[in-house]
């Protein structure tokens, strides 16, 4: 498993206990599907789906057609999970990118 891989299931498993916790979270995000892919520039990325407050597939590889893109090269997903680059910055600078409506950028946020 690559570092990215492992940082993203960090967050993956991270999210789950927040929406257990949060009745609010479950809420907002019940109703949701969404599909996701992570564009890691040096590696093959990562996909999963956002169902109704569950993460769901979450696998390397992208999916055919996604709701969502997230694009970062290795080093700026590792620097951004580690706390040495902030995402405002990563997005201002084009070093974080994302393909999606201003609503599932909201909501994405709360993964993290």
Do not use: C, Y
């Not at 993956?12 to 019940?30: C, H, N, P, Q, Y």
């Amino acid at each position: 498993m690559d570092e990215v891989e492992k940082l993203f299931q960090v967050v993956m498993d991270k999210f789950k206990v927040k929406i257990a916790e949060d009745e609010s979270l479950r809420t907002e995000l019940g109703g949701v599907t969404k599909t996701v892919n992570i564009d890691v520039h040096d590696l093959d990325g990562l996909s999963f789906t956002l169902d109704k407050g569950e993460i769901k597939d979450f696998k390397v590889g992208k999916l055919d057609e996604a709701d969502v893109m997230i694009s970062a090269s290795k080093e700026d997903f590792i620097a951004l999970f580690k706390g040495e680059l902030k995402p405002m910055k990563a997005w201002a600078t084009k070093r974080l990118t994302f393909e999606a409506s201003i609503e599932d950028i909201m909501r994405l946020r709360k993964l993290f």
